[in-house]
């Protein structure tokens, strides 16, 4: 639990390995087993000392879980991990896409706003790719349509 007045970060590494095999409810020598194959990589001290992270805590759980649990292997633990990594950021990366297209979008509506200039002056929206209408086609209105590049 995280003192009131100090911000929450669920990357900030700062349990040692006895509390974080504590929290996790498993040996620290899991941990460090887990972290020779790469299933969860702490971070570390100048020293060399392993510090995890609320994160990390919650991987360790999910591994003790699918292991014991859903009898997955370690190796299939990890590929399950990996996947799971791929799908967030992928998901994350639609969430950019997307925010990209809606853009485009409102600029490609707003840039279709086009607009002439009738007999006395008096200026009217067209269509972008259409002509004014007659009584403005008779009067010689000028349009000006420049599409953004």
């Known amino acids: 639990m995280t003192p009131r007045g100090f911000p929450h970060d669920d990357d900030a590494a700062v349990f ?14 899991t941990l460090r087993q887990y972290d020779r194959l790469g299933l969860v990589s702490p971070s570390r001290t100048r020293g060399g000392g392993r510090r995890y992270s609320a994160r990390d805590i919650a991987r360790l759980r999910t591994v003790q879980r699918l292991s014991q ?5 370690l190796a299939g633990i990890q590929r399950i991990l990996e996947l799971e990594h791929e799908v967030s950021r992928l998901e994350e990366r639609v969430e950019v896409l997307t925010a990209e297209l809606e853009r485009a979008r409102l600029e490609r509506s707003a840039a ?38």
């Open 69 to 73: 649990e859903d009898g997955i292997s």
């Open 16 to 29: 040692v390995i006895s509390v974080a095999a504590q929290l996790a409810g498993m040996h620290a020598q």
């Open 112 to 149: 279709a706003r086009v607009f002439a200039a009738g007999r006395a002056g008096d200026v009217v929206a067209v269509r972008a790719g259409e002509r004014p209408s007659r009584t403005l086609s008779d009067s010689r209105a000028l349009v000006v349509w420049r599409p953004r590049a």
